[in-house]
Every structure is written in structure tokens, then in C-alpha cells.
């Protein structure tokens, strides 16, 4: 009997001895995230990429130099046809060696069309450094939305469970009280109907905390077992004191979708400005200085040539056939296009503002009632279960006050991780979200304690427990 006993432990001390993963925090999940997510680092790419654009316009207006050097043997027949002359040229066949070398400078004076390519790259690399810090704000957003939404549906199940095991104890009791003659058996028949949805709810909530996790999971790239958690009894950041007026003003100078499209529109103008001023006169200054020997020659005699030449150069196009009336056409039509969608984006995002702050305000004083509902709820079924022990309440009555009670408490949580999203959507739609923000958000986490980490990475840290 003592072996089958020991046998029968072996497997709840390796689960209790067995080394568990280390619970991961948000900053934790962010920083993996970071790493792992191909469209930031595809952000990250493109404006490496247009960073270099800069630079390929500034050459424009700087000075050009060139070198060459040559050496060469030459192997030549010459043969004199025809003719009389003072001067009598050899014919035969000669080989001499020949070299030479170069050196060119020029330098653009005036180019108004290089000019206004040259501010269209400057506002292509403003909007493609606005659209990477834009990429970074939406992987905050998105890492705080998907972890929340693990712990909310973590909490969901364990009030699910902790729910299920309410009402199945009422059921027993409901039971009792109809084999005692005491109640009919419609009671006990209804509270084994909400059982049993609860039972099915909480299969739902199962499964909802495993695609949760595996939303996680696959934007990180490594697998999450553990997670800090929020404690939802603690007291929240209250909103921002600021008034409607003054967020969506910052939000017109600060907000990166706006920055990243008034660039692109003012890119597309000097473009266009670029197009029109293809007709525009272009000055260049050269200068350039050559040297070239050769030991023989033709004639029979070898040369040393040196060439120095300075000037300016004038290009002045007249005629080409309309296509400079084509493109410069095709550039406005360019520009005005992302200018209008340019106005189109700051219409919208004065409305994001103004609902991402209506959200806050509103989310915080819902969390202060439904927490007020909560404890009405909880008084509401002491009532109930004492009015049961003293004749004047049935089991049906405590029923619904067990499930009124858990509706108050899931809820409030549910209240409670939208808020804090909803402050971070209302900071992203004014300006963009940085790494502080992970980390004030991070400082509200704690980790899970040990008997919740070897409960198969489900926590019940901010759960309410049944009264």
C-alpha cells in the first residue's frame, strides 16, 4: 500500500519540482516583439532607405570631379598614296607606347529644377521618419492590446471556473431541499440549466486564453507560459486633466499619421515644382586639364599634347516634343492628390482624438460605478443567501444573484483593461507612444506568484474569489 502510495505521488512532485518558465513581463513581450515583427522592421527598412535620398539630391549643387589615365602600346602601318608635298612623310611600319591622363571639375551654378528635387527629398525623408516612429507607436499599441487581452480572458476563465463551481454547489443544495420536500423540482431543473451554461461558457473562456496566448506567441516567436499580471483592485492613473480644445490642437501639430502625410503632400508639391522648372536654363561651370604623350606617330614623330580649358556651360531646353508640359501635368495632378488626402487624414484624426478622449473620460467614471456595482452585487447575494437560511428566499433567488454577482465582476475587468487601452489610443492619436509608455504600464504588473505559475500558466492575481 505505502509503494502504490509513493508511486502515486512521483508525478506531483516532478510537476512541483519541475523548473517553470519564467513569467514574462510586458516590456518583456515587447522587446520580443520588436525584434520579431517583420512590418516594424520593415518600417525600419524603408526609411533606411529613403534616408538616402537626402544625400543623391545634395550632389546636385557639389563640385564633380573625374580623373582618367591611359597607357597603351601601339603596333602601326603607314602608307603614303598620291600627292606631292614640301614636307615628305615616312610610310613603314612603326611601335611606340602612348599614356596620358585627365582631370575634370564641374560644378552646377543654377539648376532650379535640382533645387526643388532637392526639398522634395528633404520632406520625403521627414514623412518616411514620421511613418517609422509611427510603425513603433502602433507595436506598442498592438503588444498592450494582445497582452491585455490575455489577462482579460486569463480573468475571464477563472471567474468562469470559480462561477461553474458556485452554481454547481447550488445545484447540490437545490437537490437536497427537493429530496427533503422542502422545494420543487423545477428548481433544482433551472439551476442544473444555468450550470450547465456556465460549464459551456467556461470551455469557451479555455479556449479563448489559448488563442490569446497564441496571438502572443506568433508575434513574438517564442513561446509565453507565464505572464505578469494586473491587479484590479488597485488604484488606476486617473485621466489627464487636459480639456478636448487642447488635445486635438497638439494632436494637428504632433500627430505622426498627419506629419507622415503633410510630408508626402509637401514632397508631392516640390515635385511638381521640379517638373515646371524642367524649362528653366541650367548653368554649369568646367574646368578640365589633360596630358597625353606619344613616343611616334603616323608621321614619324611622337607628340606631347596639355590641355587646360575653364568655361561655363548654358542648357536651355526649347522644344521637346510636350513632354515637359506632359509630366509637369501628371506632377500636379500628383500633388493634389496627397494634399486632399492629406486634409482627408487630419479630418479624421480630429475625430479619433475627440472619441479617444470621450472613451477615457468616460471608461474612468464607468470602472468607479461598475465598481460600486460590484459591491452592491456582492451585499445583494449575502442577502440572498441569508434570506435562504431563514425561509423567505429560495435557491432560484441565489442563482441570480451568484451570476449577477460574477457579471459584475467580469464587467469590471473588462472595464478596466479597456481603459487602459483607451489611454494609450488617445495618447497615439494626439502625438505616438514610445518605450515609456511600456514601462509606466509595466510598473502597474506584478508578477504571478508561485502556486499561480504551476497552475498551468492560468493566473487568478486581480480575480474576484467567491464571497
Same mark, same amino acid.
Given at each position: 500500500?505505502k509503494?502504490r502510495?509513493?508511486?502515486?505521488?512521483?508525478?506531483?512532485?516532478?510537476?512541483?519540482?519541475?523548473?517553470?518558465?519564467?513569467?514574462?513581463?510586458?516590456?518583456?513581450?515587447?522587446?520580443?516583439?520588436?525584434?520579431?515583427?517583420?512590418?516594424?522592421?520593415?518600417?525600419?527598412?524603408?526609411?533606411?532607405?529613403?534616408?538616402?535620398?537626402?544625400?543623391?539630391?545634395?550632389?546636385?549643387?557639389?563640385?564633380?570631379?573625374?580623373?582618367?589615365?591611359?597607357?597603351s602600346?601601339?603596333?602601326?602601318?603607314?602608307?603614303?598614296?598620291?600627292?606631292?608635298?614640301?614636307?615628305?612623310?615616312?610610310?613603314?611600319?612603326?611601335?611606340?607606347?602612348?599614356?596620358?591622363?585627365?582631370v575634370?571639375?564641374?560644378e552646377?551654378?543654377?539648376?532650379?529644377?535640382a533645387?526643388?528635387?532637392?526639398?522634395?527629398?528633404?520632406?520625403t525623408?521627414?514623412?518616411?521618419?514620421?511613418r517609422?516612429?509611427?510603425?513603433?507607436?502602433r507595436?506598442?499599441?498592438?503588444?498592450?492590446?494582445?497582452?491585455?487581452?490575455?489577462?482579460?480572458?486569463?480573468?475571464?476563465?477563472?471567474?468562469?471556473?470559480?462561477?461553474?463551481r458556485?452554481?454547481?454547489?447550488?445545484?447540490a443544495?437545490?437537490?437536497?431541499?427537493?429530496?427533503?420536500?422542502?422545494?420543487?423540482?423545477?428548481?433544482?431543473?433551472?439551476?442544473?440549466?444555468?450550470?450547465?451554461?456556465?460549464?459551456a461558457?467556461?470551455?469557451?473562456?479555455?479556449?479563448?486564453?489559448?488563442?490569446?496566448?497564441?496571438?502572443?506567441?506568433r508575434?513574438?516567436?517564442?513561446?509565453?507560459?507565464?505572464?505578469?499580471?494586473?491587479?484590479?483592485?488597485?488604484?488606476?492613473?486617473?485621466?489627464?486633466?487636459g480639456?478636448?480644445?487642447?488635445?486635438?490642437?497638439?494632436?494637428?501639430?504632433?500627430?505622426?499619421?498627419?506629419?507622415? *502625410?503633410?510630408?508626402?503632400a %509637401? #514632397? =508631392? +508639391? @516640390?515635385?511638381?515644382?521640379?517638373?515646371? &522648372?524642367? !524649362?528653366?536654363?541650367?548653368?554649369?561651370?568646367?574646368?578640365?586639364?589633360?596630358?597625353?604623350?606619344?613616343?611616334?606617330?603616323?608621321?614619324?614623330?611622337?607628340?606631347?599634347?596639355?590641355?587646360?580649358?575653364?568655361?561655363?556651360?548654358?542648357?536651355?531646353?526649347?522644344?521637346?516634343?510636350?513632354?515637359?508640359? *506632359?509630366?509637369?501635368?501628371? %506632377? #500636379? =495632378? +500628383? @500633388?493634389?492628390?496627397?494634399?486632399?488626402? &492629406?486634409? !482627408?487624414?487630419?479630418?479624421?484624426?480630429?475625430f479619433?482624438?475627440?472619441?479617444?478622449?470621450?472613451?477615457?473620460?468616460?471608461?474612468?467614471?464607468?470602472?468607479?460605478?461598475?465598481?460600486?456595482?460590484?459591491?452592491?452585487?456582492?451585499?445583494?447575494?449575502?442577502?440572498?443567501?441569508?434570506?435562504v437560511?431563514?425561509?423567505?428566499?429560495?435557491?432560484?433567488?441565489?442563482?441570480?444573484?451568484?451570476?449577477?454577482?460574477?457579471?459584475?465582476?467580469?464587467?469590471f475587468?473588462?472595464?478596466?483593461?479597456?481603459?487602459?487601452?483607451?489611454?494609450?489610443?488617445?495618447?497615439?492619436?494626439?502625438?505616438?507612444?514610445?518605450?515609456?509608455?511600456?514601462?509606466?504600464?509595466?510598473?502597474?504588473?506584478?508578477?504571478?506568484?508561485?502556486?499561480?505559475?504551476?497552475?498551468?500558466?492560468?493566473?487568478?492575481?486581480?480575480?474576484?474569489?467567491?464571497?
Amino acid at each position: 500500500m505505502k509503494n502504490r502510495l509513493s508511486l502515486a505521488l512521483i508525478p506531483v512532485l516532478l510537476a512541483w519540482t519541475a523548473p517553470q518558465a519564467p513569467a514574462a513581463s510586458l516590456k518583456t513581450i515587447f522587446l520580443a516583439a520588436r525584434t520579431h515583427d517583420m512590418r516594424y522592421r520593415q518600417s525600419g527598412a524603408s526609411y533606411r532607405e529613403a534616408r538616402t535620398i537626402g544625400p543623391e539630391a545634395r550632389a546636385a549643387f557639389l563640385p564633380h570631379v573625374s580623373a582618367g589615365a591611359n597607357v597603351s602600346y601601339n603596333d602601326l602601318t603607314s602608307r603614303i598614296l598620291g600627292g606631292s608635298s614640301t614636307f615628305v612623310f615616312p610610310s613603314g611600319h612603326f611601335t611606340f607606347n602612348a599614356h596620358g591622363y585627365g582631370v575634370s571639375v564641374s560644378e552646377t551654378l543654377l539648376d532650379i529644377q535640382a533645387l526643388y528635387a532637392y526639398r522634395a527629398a528633404g520632406d520625403t525623408m521627414h514623412a518616411a521618419h514620421s511613418r517609422y516612429k509611427l510603425a513603433k507607436s502602433r507595436l506598442v499599441l498592438t503588444v498592450c492590446a494582445k497582452y491585455f487581452g490575455y489577462l482579460l480572458a486569463r480573468d475571464d476563465l477563472h471567474l468562469r471556473r470559480a462561477e461553474a463551481r458556485a452554481l454547481r454547489a447550488e445545484y447540490a443544495s437545490a437537490m437536497r431541499s427537493f429530496h427533503l420536500g422542502r422545494a420543487p423540482i423545477t428548481n433544482a431543473n433551472e439551476a442544473r440549466a444555468r450550470y450547465e451554461a456556465v460549464r459551456a461558457a467556461t470551455l469557451a473562456a479555455e479556449n479563448a486564453v489559448r488563442l490569446a496566448r497564441a496571438r502572443i506567441e506568433r508575434m513574438t516567436g517564442t513561446p509565453v507560459h507565464n505572464l505578469w499580471s494586473l491587479d484590479l483592485h488597485r488604484t488606476l492613473p486617473r485621466p489627464d486633466t487636459g480639456v478636448l480644445v487642447t488635445d486635438e490642437a497638439r494632436a494637428m501639430r504632433d500627430n505622426l499619421v498627419l506629419q507622415a *502625410a503633410r510630408g508626402q503632400a %509637401a #514632397a =508631392a +508639391t @516640390a515635385y511638381a515644382h521640379a517638373a515646371s &522648372a524642367a !524649362r528653366y536654363p541650367t548653368i554649369t561651370a568646367q574646368a578640365s586639364y589633360s596630358y597625353a604623350r606619344a613616343d611616334n606617330g603616323e608621321f614619324g614623330f611622337g607628340t606631347v599634347l596639355r590641355d587646360k580649358t575653364i568655361g561655363l556651360d548654358l542648357k536651355l531646353p526649347i522644344y521637346q516634343g510636350g513632354e515637359l508640359s *506632359a509630366k509637369t501635368a501628371h %506632377a #500636379a =495632378a +500628383t @500633388a493634389f492628390h496627397a494634399q486632399v488626402a &492629406a486634409l !482627408r487624414i487630419q479630418r479624421r484624426v480630429r475625430f479619433d482624438v475627440r472619441q479617444a478622449f470621450l472613451n477615457v473620460r468616460n471608461g474612468y467614471e464607468e470602472i468607479r460605478a461598475l465598481k460600486s456595482a460590484q459591491l452592491a452585487a456582492r451585499q445583494a447575494l449575502t442577502s440572498e443567501r441569508l434570506g435562504v437560511r431563514v425561509g423567505i428566499r429560495n435557491n432560484l433567488d441565489v442563482l441570480r444573484a451568484e451570476q449577477a454577482y460574477y457579471r459584475s465582476e467580469r464587467d469590471f475587468a473588462r472595464a478596466t483593461y479597456d481603459y487602459l487601452l483607451g489611454r494609450l489610443e488617445l495618447k497615439a492619436a494626439v502625438s505616438h507612444l514610445t518605450v515609456g509608455d511600456i514601462d509606466q504600464l509595466n510598473a502597474l504588473l506584478k508578477p504571478p506568484s508561485v502556486s499561480t505559475t504551476a497552475s498551468n500558466g492560468y493566473s487568478a492575481a486581480g480575480a474576484g474569489a467567491r464571497p
